[in-house]
């Protein structure tokens, strides 16, 4: 095993390991489990630095473990899987943060932190799998992981939540499974590859290869969020903040969207996917979600509830530009995996800060919120302007290049979608800001926190959305600058289409 | 000087994160000097290229630019200063002052940028701060205002969006050219109108106009009025192809477009008894004229040289008077000396609004004469002719208003009022820098007959009150909104009597499922592999298996 | 002496020190459980030498003597049986407090092993029959050692259909003899024809295995008597005692009577697995308590791996046969340690909360995190996640079912996968409650690590460690 095959597997060590270790940590060692935590993210984010690096250089990571014959664990890492990695590395650190401050006088905190890793090391590995097999097994990983956290509170509510959750996923996995296996049949143990794999077989598996297509789109559907398999989203908000936070901005949602990029770029390859005709079934699929999402989130009084359909619509995006043939989509697409992930984490930091500190739940409450919290208030506003796609946060550069290559494509169809979804998104957050900006406060909160810092809030709760509001704002501004997120999709959209 | 261009946007934005500190109540006031400084310091035609910056940066200032960020800082920095001094203590002027200087920063930005981003983020910055102003007073009327204004802001900006990356994708980048413009697409050039129409109050997109206008403080109304109003021209002056090819249908389609817009907003002026909703309808109507104008250069390249400066001065004029009009209204409600400076100021500007000889409208209309001559048809010039007759009679309207209206008087207006005079000044001053002792005279024809009937009208309410009440707020503000509100209302009330239907539904399908579940776990059935414990089944499911097993072998 | 020989002689030895001093059972019972694991790995470690073993007892060679055989398939049973045999003995260790318990456990447990590892090894038919018998009698003793009215009952029935099942095992070894004078399973495999004969001798012996196997819908007596059993036994019969039935099934359809096979028999069992699959899980949701629902489980795993017969049927040999008949032996595998696991955890849980009613189980499942998780590991391999062996198994086998177009069997699987979840989250959801947080993450490691381990095996190590298994298999991986 040489160093470059190390990386990859140590990314992933870099925070199983410490998970694991955490589950053996006593409730109350505070500080050790504290310690665990932020060595492991820290050292990830170190290690995904050095990965940044040798990627941009044209270095080659890869390590392989046969698991079975015709069956390889592959973690490889390419400029995509850089993408991912480095969103979910940085994220995982604030959210750590914000987690230990969230929790921090909670019950089941072990128990808790060590599924926290162990999500996120299955993330990772999403990231950096080679191969479909890979890609599958973490995926399911990333399930088993995910569902302690959705039930962590163990209310009924909770393990209803996360009931439906795993029904959900679970299907979807298998199907995902038997896609997987079926893809593996015709063509053989294949890499992932930049073009994709499939275009040269014959052309009698045409048929075959749309019934694979629609087998995994279901699989990553489910975790992408996809409408009509959308249901278990709104449904495990009853997760504590940190874990909604996670789910919806680099996790299980993430994950999903993750794949169908794969699916259509590394395994199909967009032009042959286009010529099976089914990238239209894509697109049509991501822009009922991206509607629909929008629309049941203006129904919603939960304010995590209506983050969560607001997720629902927001990541069908990435799908979007999948679905659209031409780099400048894709970049669209690809770029607002990160946008989307921290914009989103930003809000549901925010919904958290609201809950623990003020006991605001709903957006009827939070009327004046604020006056009580500005610097909160202006995460969540700059969160949502963002998503509106209003410049210059990160959610417009998204959606200037998804307008701009679906010109390209001749797909105008998607500038009225955008405009649309623009619209709903500003019309289910607007009155959001309103609220707390222009009305008045309340006598008293639901239920206000006695543990306050020297600001509005706790530091541990204040920092982290601060931090990623700024990253939201600078993805946006510097958008052209060397190695911000754009500039880095076009750099996998250079080697996506040659 | 161009390190004074990206200050233009970022000072107004560091004073608006300053404003939290008690001290700072002054800084609207000098929000907008660094761009003052600019207009008159930066050099003309060279720019700034920050290509790290958004999707790659260009500021820079031409000829219609440097005009526009000149009177565009003047007004807001005359409008800064009452702002500051109207807000000083107030509740929640703190607030207004951070989106006052929000909407000022967008502005402003917009000016000096010379690429569609930056446009799109200084026109969507001062389009959602506006709304902060619109909804400052709190009321249901400003409410209302704030939402009807923040929809249809929503609506044109996600149009101009889509224009903009259909003319980012048609040009290949960011930033414009006049020979990039070339062969734009239809598709662009409807969104782009529609985007920035529904900004410049181009009939029918305008009735959210002369309900945001008034229902702001009057610093702010000043501004909205005078120069965000203006930006719209200024987009389409720079994205549209003018003087590049002629595009007759579209010019056609924007002087129909002007027209209805003059023939629409003057009337329901008329009848308002608002002062500020009769000013707002003034500026529409202007911005119809203006859009009229507009659409004659495009139909006639040849005209646009000559064509954009002469609607630039014109520009330039309006937002002046404009904004002085309104601010001069706030000192004759608010300042508690000097009222008949104040009266005759407003009087000037109002006569200046109307073309009178000698003043900034004289000038304005003389520069746009040739413009109106080239018009398509014939009989235009006597349509613009009847809207300045109708213009004359709504200045004197709103004089008649202004005089009656009901004053609150408060301490503190003095530095406001000082400022107001420096504004007074510079109109005065406009036709003696800006125009030919030719062009002074401008056209009397129009204005003498305008007195004359509105002195005729006066003595004719005189006689029978009951004339006058039969028109006056007969047409609420926002005309056209009044049509429209039913449907709403309809449409509420079929949702209400659908939703019912609707939520019974889904609630009785959830209980069927939950009936379902509770069959199938909550009542365990007896054990139904007792039988298979039982030896004769047993031996049944024995002889039987073996059976077909060996059936199988043998087949 | 030989290795082969050993891994037989050793637990017998054992079993009968350990009846001799019953007050020393224990300690004689662990020492031989430590010899007769060393002497299994012995085996193992000889087979992935040589290939294949085979020991002449008494230097008598077939058709008189009787041999001792051990390939890569047997070897890997072998290893199943010490690594569950091994942890459950040393949970059993604790779990039996009293020396009156001990000294009736240890002998029988030895013995059972005995049985087992004389089972995998056998070369003929006919000590196959012993083996099974003695397997039969010995579970059957265990699992009564409880001594309830319920467990007696359910394991006297246990014990008849275990002697039915012998007894129609042993009328095919009758035919199989008359019809060619030996019962040396490779002389047997080189001389059968497809006559009625033979395919008769076929049928009843697998009748006969399908009764011990618990086989859809002979099935009826497994779910009580592994209910009613301690924990250490239950993990043991439901992980090994079952998989021996099996084990002899898969013998006799792919290596000895492989010619046989008619697509017809193949597809019926394959039928007959998925019916275990859908009826065993549907089962074990519905089940009340979690030793039930480990039983019905462990119906619908052998079910599960009954599915591989009509793919196996009429390929051919060659590397993908093997692939696929190597995939059969990780999930049994897979199966096995996780099963145990299982029973382990489950047996802790009942202890702790005095009942075993998976409703009321709430607050001993969060008290006990290490058993918790020992339950969720286990659970994955049972439903097949990955990154467990159970998973490549499924995958291997739904590919092979997708190769040869019979995608009906991918349904089976599929259902039986979510069926398995729901059950397996059903026990996992109680962890989750309002009850105080366990201050640490294990309570008694003597017995929670063994079933701890067992699951992890389950898990991670057959599933992202089993190059050596195919190795053993002669499989060369990718």
Not at chain 3, 193 to 204: Q, S
Request: hydrophobic share 60%; charged share 10%; aromatic share 8%.
């Amino acid at each position: 095993m040489t160093l470059a095959s190390l990386l990859p597997v140590a990314i992933i060590l870099s925070s199983l390991i410490p998970g694991l270790a955490i589950f053996l940590v006593r409730e109350e060692s505070h500080l050790l489990r504290g310690l665990l935590n932020m060595a492991g993210a820290l050292t990830k984010l170190a290690l995904v630095g050095v990965l940044i690096w040798g990627v941009y250089h044209g270095h080659v990571y890869e390590a392989r473990l046969a698991l079975a014959p015709g069956l390889e664990l592959v973690l490889s890492a390419d400029a995509l899987s850089v993408l991912f990695v480095s969103l979910s590395a940085l994220l995982w650190l604030v959210t750590t943060v914000y987690a230990i401050g969230y929790l921090e006088h909670s019950p089941n905190r072990s128990r808790f932190f060590g599924f926290f890793s162990l999500c996120v090391s299955a993330t990772v590995g999403i990231a950096l799998a080679g191969n479909l097999p890979s890609f599958v097994i973490f995926y399911e990983l990333l399930t088993l992981a995910t569902y302690p956290l959705v039930a962590h509170r163990g209310t009924p509510d909770a393990v209803r939540g996360a009931r439906i959750y795993l029904a959900y996923t679970l299907s979807g996995g298998v199907a995902l499974l038997i896609g997987a296996i079926w893809l593996q049949s015709l063509s053989g143990p294949q890499d992932f590859t930049q073009g994709g794999y499939l275009s040269n077989l014959s052309e009698a598996h045409r048929g075959a290869l749309i019934a694979i297509f629609a087998l995994l789109l279901a699989g990553l559907g489910v975790k992408a969020a996809l409408v009509p398999l959308h249901g278990w989203l709104p449904q495990s908000m009853v997760a504590p903040a940190p874990v909604s936070a996670l789910l919806h901005a680099v996790a299980v949602v993430k994950a999903g969207a993750f794949g169908i990029v794969r699916l259509v770029y590394d395994v199909y390859g967009v032009e042959f996917a286009h010529a099976l005709g089914l990238l239209g079934l894509l697109g049509a699929l991501a822009s009922l979600t991206i509607l629909y999402g929008s629309l049941r989130a203006l129904a919603q009084d939960g304010l995590k509830k209506r983050l969560a359909y607001s997720t629902v619509s927001q990541v069908s995006y990435i799908a979007l530009g999948a679905s659209i043939l031409g780099p400048v989509a894709t970049i669209g697409g690809l770029v607002h995996l990160v946008h989307q992930g921290i914009m989103k984490i930003t809000l549901f930091f925010c919904a958290g800060n609201y809950a623990e500190t003020l006991g605001v739940h709903r957006v009827s409450e939070m009327d004046g919120v604020g006056q009580r919290m500005p610097l909160t208030t202006l995460a969540f506003s700059l969160g949502a302007l963002g998503m509106i796609g209003i410049p210059p946060i990160a959610g417009f550069v998204s959606k200037w290049y998804l307008g701009l290559g679906a010109i390209e494509a001749q797909a105008h169809w998607v500038l009225l979608i955008l405009a649309l979804s623009s619209l709903l998104n500003a019309a289910y957050f607007l009155p959001i800001l309103y609220r707390a900006w222009f009305r008045p406060a309340p006598a008293a909160w639901p239920e206000e926190s006695p543990r306050r810092g020297r600001f509005e809030t706790q530091g541990a709760l204040l920092w982290p959305p601060l931090i990623t509001a700024a990253f939201c704002l600078l993805a946006g501004l510097l958008a052209a600058a060397p190695f911000s997120p754009l500039e880095w999709v076009e750099l996998i959209a250079r080697r996506e289409y040659p | 000087m161009l390190w004074l261009l990206p200050l233009v946007g970022l000072w107004p934005l560091l004073g608006a994160a300053l404003v939290p500190v008690q001290r700072l109540w002054w800084l609207p006031a000098f929000g907008a000097l660094p761009a003052l400084a600019a207009a008159l310091l930066a050099p003309l035609d060279s720019s700034l290229e920050l290509p790290w910056l958004l999707l790659g940066t260009r500021l820079g200032l031409d000829e219609l630019g440097r005009v526009y960020l000149l009177f565009t800082a003047l007004l807001w920095t005359v409008a800064g200063i009452h702002a500051a001094c109207e807000m000083r203590g107030q509740r929640h002027g703190r607030r207004f002052a951070i989106f006052f200087l929000l909407a000022m920063s967008g502005n402003l930005w917009l000016i000096v940028a010379q690429d569609l981003v930056n446009f799109y983020l200084g026109f969507a910055l001062m389009g959602l701060a506006s709304y902060g102003l619109v909804i400052h007073g709190g009321t249901p009327a400003n409410l209302r205002a704030g939402r009807v204004y923040l929809v249809m802001a929503l609506f044109g900006e996600v149009a101009l969006f889509a224009a903009l990356v259909l003319i980012a994708q048609h040009l290949g980048t960011v930033a414009p050219s006049p020979e990039g413009l070339a062969g734009l697409d239809d598709l662009s050039i409807g969104l782009l109108l529609l985007g920035l129409g529904v900004k410049a109050g181009m009939a029918p997109l305008h009735p959210w106009l002369p309900l945001a206008h008034p229902a702001a403080p009057i610093a702010a109304s000043a501004v909205l009025s005078g120069a965000m109003i203006k930006v719209a021209l200024l987009g389409w002056l720079r994205l549209l192809p003018i003087g590049v090819e002629p595009l007759p249908e579209w010019g056609t389609l924007l002087t129909t477009a002007g027209l209805v817009t003059l023939g629409l907003a003057l009337p329901v002026g008329l009848v308002q008894s608002d002062p500020k909703v009769i000013l707002a309808y003034s500026s529409v109507a202007k911005m119809g004229f203006l859009i009229l104008m507009l659409g004659a250069l495009l139909a006639e390249p040849a005209l646009a040289p000559l064509g954009v400066a002469a609607l630039g001065l014109y520009v330039a004029h309006h937002a002046l008077v404009k904004g002085g009009l309104f601010l001069g209204l706030g000192l004759r409600k608010s300042a508690s000396r000097a009222q008949p400076l104040v009266l005759a100021g407003l009087g000037l500007l109002a006569l200046a609004l109307a073309g009178a000889p000698l003043t900034s409208g004289a000038v304005a209309k003389d520069a746009i004469k040739p413009l109106l001559a080239s018009a398509q048809w014939p009989w235009i010039a006597t349509a613009v002719g009847l809207s300045a007759l109708a213009t004359t009679l709504l200045m004197a309207r709103f004089l008649w208003v202004a005089i009656r209206i009901e004053r609150h008087p408060l301490p503190g207006y003095g530095v406001p009022g000082a400022a107001w005079g420096l504004l007074l000044g510079l109109v005065a001053a406009f036709p003696l820098v800006l125009g030919a002792p030719a062009s002074w005279v401008g056209d009397p024809a129009t204005l003498i007959p305008g007195v004359l009937l509105a002195l005729g009208v006066l003595m004719l309410t005189r006689l029978w009150p009951a004339l006058a009440r039969a028109f006056i707020n007969r047409i609420p503000p926002g005309d056209l909104l009044a049509l429209i509100t039913p449907l709403g209302r309809w449409a509420q009330a079929l949702w209400r009597s659908l939703a019912p239907w609707l939520r019974a539904g889904r609630q009785d399908l959830a209980a069927a499922l939950a009936r379902l579940a509770r069959a199938l776990f909550e009542h365990p059935a007896p054990d139904p592999e007792r039988l298979l414990r039982h030896w004769p089944v047993i031996g049944t499911l024995w002889l039987a298996m073996g059976a077909l097993l060996l059936i199988a072998f043998l087949a | 002496m030989s290795s082969l020989a050993l891994a037989v002689t050793l637990p017998l030895l054992g079993a009968l020190l350990a009846t001799l001093w019953p007050g020393r059972a224990q300690p004689l019972g662990l020492a031989a459980s430590l010899l007769t694991a060393l002497a299994s790995a012995w085996v193992i470690a000889e087979v992935w030498q040589a290939g294949a073993l085979r020991l002449e007892l008494g230097g008598w060679s077939a058709p008189l003597g009787i041999a001792l055989v051990a390939d890569g398939f047997s070897a890997a049973f072998l290893g199943l049986s010490a690594l569950v045999a091994l942890g459950s003995g040393l949970y059993a260790s604790t779990y039996f407090s009293t020396r009156e318990m001990q000294a009736r456990f240890w002998p029988l447990w030895l013995l059972l092993w005995a049985a087992l590892n004389a089972l995998f090894l056998a070369g003929d038919f006919f000590n196959l029959y012993v083996t099974l018998e003695l397997l039969g009698l010995t579970a059957a003793a265990l699992g009564a050692l409880g001594a309830t009215p319920e467990a007696l009952r359910a394991n006297l029935r246990y014990l008849l259909i275990g002697l039915l099942g012998s007894l129609t095992y042993l009328l095919g070894v009758t035919l199989i003899y008359i019809a060619h004078g030996t019962l040396d399973l490779a002389l047997v495999g080189a001389a059968i024809t497809a006559g009625p004969v033979d395919a008769t001798a076929l049928a009843l012996m697998t009748l006969g295995l399908a009764l011990k196997a618990a086989l859809f819908p002979l099935h009826g007596w497994l779910a009580p008597a592994h209910a009613n059993a301690p924990a250490p036994v239950s993990a043991a019969l439901s992980a090994l005692v079952v998989k021996a039935a099996f084990y002899l099934i898969a013998r006799l359809w792919l290596d000895v009577f492989a010619p046989l096979i008619t697509p017809w028999a193949a597809s019926l069992m394959g039928l007959l697995g998925a019916g275990a699959v859908l009826w065993g899980s549907w089962r074990a949701l519905r089940a009340e308590q979690l030793k039930v629902l480990a039983a019905y489980s462990t119906v619908a795993q052998i079910g599960a791996l009954c599915l591989f017969l009509p793919l196996l049927q009429g390929l051919p040999a060659g590397a993908a046969r093997e692939q696929l008949v190597a995939a059969l032996v990780l999930m049994a595998l897979t199966h096995g340690l996780a099963k145990s696991g299982l029973f382990l955890a489950a047996g802790l849980v009942q202890r702790a909360a005095g009942h075993d009613r998976i409703a009321e189980l709430g607050g001993t499942a969060q008290r006990l995190p290490a058993t918790t998780f020992t339950l969720g590991l286990a659970g994955a391999a049972l439903i097949g996640l990955p990154p467990s062996g159970a998973f490549i198994g499924k995958w291997l086998l739904i590919e092979a079912a997708l190769e040869r177009g019979q995608w009906w069997w991918v349904v089976v699987l599929a259902l039986g996968t979510l069926l398995s979840a729901a059950y397996v989250f059903r026990v996992l959801s109680r962890a989750f409650n309002q009850d105080p947080t366990p201050g640490r993450f294990v309570s008694e490691a003597r017995t929670e690590l063994p079933a701890l381990l067992l699951a992890l095996l389950a898990t991670a190590g057959l599933g992202l460690a089993s190059a050596p298994l195919w190795r053993l298999l002669g499989v060369a991986p990718s």
